[in-house]
Structure formats: structure tokens, C-alpha cells
């Protein structure tokens, strides 16, 4: 764990030194929040209690001995997460209904209680093994809210609470998010917990201090502000986050994210591949198709947030054959739609450069260099032509984040094969955007920075041509 902490401080620091002609814009993203960003992807795994009674919110009262997976595989899991792109997998480890999918000293409501493995099982344990076998980053989620523990509503489940952290912290190894659930109801006395937030923030930041923490704000990132799977076309990172809680009533109007915002709280877009977060037989046709899937990345990893895909584990223990044939289907469309169409040979050219941020440095595919244009250059262009026509859909851009979001409003100018042209518009980018337009063959695309809060930098250019699972055109 600190080797890898040193070593995420020690590129963020030679990335800065390199960039130390380029004044940042603040508020800039911590090491840990670039290695974030840098996941872009990654899978929900929603299996407990739930899983077993086919409801999306238990009540505390269930029987742990309806908790009884018949071939639970949590290698198939792992297996299928990393076939299908994905860099993680966060684990329901505690859901509303207070029980907890690893023995736990702090409750009585666990899978200790439960038939599966004689009372002697942790689905944590047994997911934080596979991901290390392959190769791919453990998460945990762990709800505030418990409708069964006794303390709850009381200033001593905090202190539980806390210690449950711990537990998870502590005894599987590194984590990479910490995810908690802004929803807050009635424990099992009728009373509202008040949440000492400081206490779990630091609990995660003592023992686990290069894991992301998140909710409605943060601290370390944030919540999209829906469950349908998109991001905004306006998106900052940037958030005052100290205006909202989990659970705000009024989230709506922050998020977009604030262009003057005072912290660096980047979005996560999550959604299930079901209508609903956990497993429900009869949603077994209703799992979304790969088209709507890559759409769905588009709109989220192509609008300056993460996207989080939630597998909802069915009760034998498995992801079902309709969610992971979903989930593969969605790999060949990212496999072959995210091909940059950007040949060796093709003209980049801008209207000005700072002589050590070159415009050749938008594409070498790395996002610690990137084209500098000269600060009195308040409106810089950016173009690209090639000899040949070149079939694409979609143009990424993305900026240098360590040094603060920037670009406020830019266009992109696509001039086709017979000469016509064509004007789409586009507001932020952040780490990432994909602006997908009408499938052409352009021979020119010119991108103009319109407004900015600073100096235009930026980290890649590219074209793609993303495709649908008929090998057409995903936009039309």
C-alpha cells in the first residue's frame, strides 16, 4: 500500500515539475483522484440479503438463513469484470437492511448467521481474493442507513459504524473507492441517525489513505445526480462542497459542478445493467444491450466523469449468463469503436504553441504531456487534416486535469469529403470528452476554443468511429 502511494505522489509530482512553466488553475485534483480518473471504468456488484427475499430495499427484519448462495463464485465474478474492461469491482458489503456480508464483531445480522458455508463464509474475503487474482482494484460499499442494528439513531452506531470501517480496511487488503449511500431513514427504534461524517471520512483516510471517497459530495468524489447512466454536457470538477451533504434535497442545482467551485470533486456516473440494482428473475430479458451500454460510456467516461455499471449477482452466487453476454458484447464495441482513426501521416497544426508543449504532444496517447497554446492566444484553434477521408463519428478531447479545468466552450468544424461543413458545438471537457456527431468521411476538422478559465492546454486529440453490434455506425 504506501509503495503504491509513493508511487502515484512520485508521478503526480515529476508531471508538475515537467508542466512547471504552465501556472496550474485551482482547484487541481489530488494523486489519488488522477489515479481515479485514469480507471474510467469499472463494475457494482449489488448481492445480499436482498438477492435472496427479490427486493431492492430489505427492512432489517429478514432471516439470515435466507441468505444461502447454492455455487457462489466470486472468480467468475472477477473473471468476467476483467474480461469485459472493466479495472474493479466495488462489493455491496452492507446494504440498508444492516446485514453484513462478512463477520462482523460489531452486529449480529451476518452471513455468520446464515446456512451458507456452516455460518463460516466472507463474501469479502472471497472477493478480495479473486480480484487480486486478477488483477483488477477491490471497492467497498457500506450503508450508513442499518434498519437492524439496535444502536442506530443513536450517537453510538457512528462509533459502530466507524468500527466496521475498520474491519473492512483493515483486513483485505487495498482498497481503491469507499462508497457510501446518501439514503438515511428509520432504524428499527423509529429514529434518524445523525452521521458523523468527519469520523468515517477519517477512518478511510487513516487506514486506507489512497482510496476515493464517495457520496452526494464527496470528499474525494461525487455523485452524477442521476441513475440512468449519463453525464452533463456542461460538467465541472470543481464543487463547494461544504453546501451540500449526502442526501441533499436540492442536489440538482450542483450537478453540473461549479465552474468557480473551491474543491476538485469529480462525478461517477452509476448505473445497473437491470431496471433494478439487485438480481430479480424477472428482469432477466430486460438486461440492456451492448448498444445502449457503449452509448452509456459515451455519455458518461465522454462527459469528464467514471462510469460504474452495476452486475446484480443472482442467488445462486453467479452473474447471470444474460448480464456477463451483455457485458461482452460491450467489449468488441469498445474494442473496435474506440480505435483511434488518427494515421501517421495526417497534419496537426494550431495557431500558437509554447515551444516545450508542442501540438505533436496531443497525440502521443500519454496525459501527462499535452499542447500548450501562448497565454495571449484567447481564442486558439486546433486542426487536423489528412489526405485521405477518414469514416468517424466522434472527436476526444481531453485536457491536462493536474493543472485545473479549463475550457469553458469550444466547436469542432467537420469538413467532408465534397467540401461541406458542418459546425458542432460542445461546453466542457475535463478528462475526457467524446463528442459523437452523424458518421462521415471528413478530410478536415478544425476545433476552436471558444472560452476557458485560463490558458487552452491540452492532453489528446483524437477520432473515432464507434460502432454498434451491426457493425454500423452507433450515431446516425
Sequence with gaps: MRTKILTSLFVFAAFLANAQDIKPIYPIPSAKQIA????????????????FTNVEWG????????FNPSALDCNQWARIAKAAGMKGLILTAKHHDGFALYPSKYTEHSVVKSPWKNGQGDVVRELANACKRYGIKLGIYLSPWDRFHPAYGTDTYNEVYANMQKELLTQYGPIFEFWYDGANGEGPNGKKQVYDWNLFHSMVN?????????????????????????SYETMWSPLNKDEIYPGYPKFDDYRNGQENGRYWVAPEVDVSLRPGWYYHPDQDAKVKSPDSLMRIYVASVGRNANLLINIPVDTRGLVHEADSAA???????????????????????????????????????????????????????????SNEARLINAVVLQEPIALGQRVKAFQIKLTDEHGQVEVVKGNTIGNMRILPFK?????????????????????????????????????H
Excluded: C
Design 59 to 66: 427492512e432489517g427484519k429478514e432471516d439470515p438463513r435466507l
Design 439 to 475: 458518421a462521415r468521411k471528413v478530410k478536415s476538422i478544425q476545433v476552436d476554443f471558444l472560452d476557458a478559465r485560463g490558458q487552452i492546454l491540452l492532453a489528446n486529440f483524437d477520432l473515432l468511429y464507434l460502432i454498434s453490434t451491426r457493425n454500423e455506425s452507433l450515431y
Design 327 to 385: 457485458l461482452m458484447g460491450m467489449q468488441k464495441l469498445m474494442n473496435a469503436g474506440l480505435k483511434s482513426q488518427i494515421k501517421k501521416n495526417d497534419e496537426l497544426k494550431t495557431t500558437s504553441f509554447v515551444t516545450s508543449h508542442p501540438v505533436s504532444f496531443v497525440r502521443d496517447s500519454s496525459e501527462k504531456s499535452f499542447w500548450a497554446a501562448k497565454e495571449i492566444d484567447k481564442a486558439p484553434t486546433l486542426e487536423w487534416a
Design 206 to 230: 487513516k487506514y486506507q489513505p489512497n482510496a476515493v471517497q464517495f457520496s452526494d459530495n464527496g470528499p474525494d468524489i461525487r455523485w452524477v445526480g442521476n441513475e440512468r447512466g449519463y
Design 36 to 51: 481515479w480518473q485514469e480507471l474510467r471504468y469499472y463494475g457494482f456488484v449489488h448481492f445480499n440479503m436482498n438477492t
